[in-house]
């Protein structure tokens, strides 16, 4: 069993990794935002994936942690339990930023987060010790990165991956079909462990992504069988039938998901929606 997650404790996850968690847990961040520092902590410089929210003492926590020797600060996506505090960091050090960019605000993002360098796919972020690949993994968020530490085989999965929990998708920026797509993408990669957003280090990497890709796939089939036996029904109509399974009080962030199922049945060419109805065809 892993151990419990404390926040502020700094962890070794890796040779050249550490991990710090911000003091944010709840419904959506599990145990809190976990953000990574990659280096030799005592000679040389040092990177950052997700420096996290804007909470003065996360912030200052990191800046003692990196001193005067971080460089680089890597941002997965742009929602605000993980992005706001880059700017914060790299003030108080000079550090540059990266990442792919902002997108339209759904009311979840961090719409000052400007980086330095805009990153895209394939990117390399070249820390001299080593280096950080950009793979766009668009899904959970259309801007999102995942960072695999090149030659270690170690993955940063931002909200592409998390452990404990399943990654919501919220539509419009949310997209079901785009997450299956960034999920099999991760196959072309050497990858032997996944560092994510939330959570502990998920030691095998292909298995969490079948794992994943199965449950989706089977909530999808929940939604197939709804429809087909209810003919018609709204987005809150099939919350507790599709979701029966899962507590009310998760039935909110069910339900965006639950709209990326349906959209990405309609893109598929297997479901369409009419006056906020939705069916099989």
């Not at 700094?10 to 145990?31: C, D, E, F, K, S």
């Not at 997965?76 to 792919?100: C, I, M, Q, S």
């Not at 539509?171 to 797509?181: A, I, K, L, N, S």
């Not at 991760?186 to 095998?204: E, Q, R, T």
Request: charged content about 20%; aromatic content about 4%.
């Amino acid at each position: 069993m892993n151990p419990t997650i404390v926040p502020g404790e700094i962890v070794r996850i890796h040779p050249l990794v550490q991990r710090m968690t911000a003091p944010n847990p709840g419904m959506m961040t599990g145990p809190g935002t976990n953000s990574y520092i990659i280096g030799d902590e005592s000679t040389g410089d040092l990177a950052m994936v997700d420096p996290g929210p804007d909470m003065p003492e996360h912030v200052e926590r990191l800046v003692k942690a990196v001193g005067n020797r971080l460089r680089w600060i890597v941002v997965t996506h742009t929602h605000v339990d993980h992005a706001p505090a880059a700017r914060l960091v790299a003030a108080a050090t000079g550090a540059k930023t990266h990442g792919f960019g902002k997108v339209p605000d759904d009311g979840r993002q961090d719409t000052l987060f400007k980086p330095d360098r805009a990153l895209v796919h394939d990117d390399v972020v070249d820390c001299g010790a080593f280096k950080l690949r950009a793979i766009h993994t668009p899904g959970h968020a259309s801007n999102h990165l995942c960072y695999l530490l090149d030659g270690s085989g170690l993955l940063f999965t931002g909200d592409h991956v998390m452990q404990g929990s399943t990654v919501v998708i919220s539509p419009p920026d949310g997209d079901m079909h785009e997450y299956f797509t960034s999920l099999n993408k991760l196959s072309g990669y050497d990858i032997n462990a996944f560092a994510p957003g939330h959570g502990h280090v998920i030691a095998k990497p292909r298995e969490e992504v079948a794992k994943i890709i199965a449950h989706r796939l089977k909530r999808e089939q929940l939604v197939v069988d709804a429809l087909t036996q209810i003919k018609t029904a709204t987005l809150d109509e099939l919350v507790p039938v599709v979701y029966s399974d899962v507590s009310s009080r998760l039935h909110v962030p069910a339900r965006r998901s639950l709209h990326a199922h349906l959209l990405k049945l309609a893109r598929d060419g297997r479901a369409a929606e009419n006056d906020s109805r939705w069916r099989m065809l």
